[in-house]
């Protein structure tokens, strides 16, 4: 039974969610620094240097701000979109 536990809060900790606590903008780089479990600099740096040099950074980011939900949260922005309209 323990393991079985241990398994569901390894997956529920695994989700890749927007976080709510460490946000400079969205909360998507400190999301995938955690489901990456890396440095959340190291990802917020690769966001800059990707819109810097080719501009994928920025839309990258603001692919994931609509797509990833935030921690706490079922639906992404673009998920509450598609289920309530724009005006909910």
Known sequence: MKNSEN???TEESRQLRRSVD??????????LAKYFNTDVTLVRVLFVGLSFFSGVGVALYLAAWA???????DNSI???V???????
């Open 7 to 9: 398994h569901a809060t």
């Open 22 to 31: 460490d946000r400079k903008i969205a909360g998507v780089a400190s999301g």
């Open 67 to 73: 797509l990833v939900a935030d921690v706490g949260s």
């Open 78 to 80: 673009a998920g509450d």
């Open 82 to 88: 598609v289920l309530h309209g724009w005006c909910h």
